[in-house]
């Protein structure tokens, strides 16, 4: 926030497109609650297609979990991206706010922001990996065993996801030894 006269167009732009990131996954969160919603009330039975799928329950019990279970993941995804978008937007405003001269009322301080800002990525991730464990879980309703495969894919991409800084620093560590060594 300090000396930010040039830089202020690259943060409210950085800013911006993390909005539109988190507005296009709670827009897809919400699409698929309703879908799944108008499946779950429908009056065409849902348990039709289902009886070809490899194992599993196909009681009208456990077709509700799936779908009931489904479609509370999405909803969190979708709360927790809206979240997210709230507190950007907030950090959006105040980025570039000057710091009050007289002290009397409440000053923006770069803490304050940057804690604004934390909370809104976290809120942001939060509801990334809810929608990425739900897409294995959207599988559960074709049987057990794609929700399987699709777990056994999803765990290494998530591991990339977190594990991206570590890879980073060994790369890091390498180039400054081959350095040291030339």
């Not at 732009?13 to 609650?33: E, K, P, V």
């Not at 849902?46 to 993941?73: C, Q, R, W």
């Not at 570039?96 to 990525?121: S, W």
Request: net charge positive; with cysteine.
């Amino acid at each position: 926030m300090k000396d930010n006269e040039k830089k202020n167009i690259l943060a409210v732009q950085t800013l911006r497109n993390m909005i539109m990131g988190s507005t296009l996954m709670a827009t897809t969160s919400i699409l698929l609650c309703c879908g799944l919603a108008a499946v779950i009330s429908s009056t065409y039975s849902v348990k039709k297609p289902l009886n070809d799928s490899v194992l599993g329950g196909h009681g009208e019990l456990m077709i509700a979990v799936k779908y009931v279970t489904l479609l509370v993941f999405f909803l969190l995804s979708f709360v927790s991206h809206t979240l997210g978008i709230r507190f950007i937007n907030q950090v959006n405003f105040l980025i570039n706010a000057p710091p009050d001269p007289t002290g009397c009322c409440f000053a923006v301080t770069a803490e304050y922001v940057g804690e604004l800002l934390e909370r809104g990525f976290m809120l942001n991730t939060v509801g990334n990996r809810i929608f990425y464990v739900a897409l294995p879980l959207l599988l559960w309703i074709f049987g057990p065993v794609l929700v399987l495969l699709g777990s056994v894919c999803l765990v290494p991409v998530l591991y990339n996801l977190d594990i991206v800084f570590e890879r980073h620093k060994k790369v890091q560590n390498a180039h400054a030894s081959s350095q040291e060594f030339v």
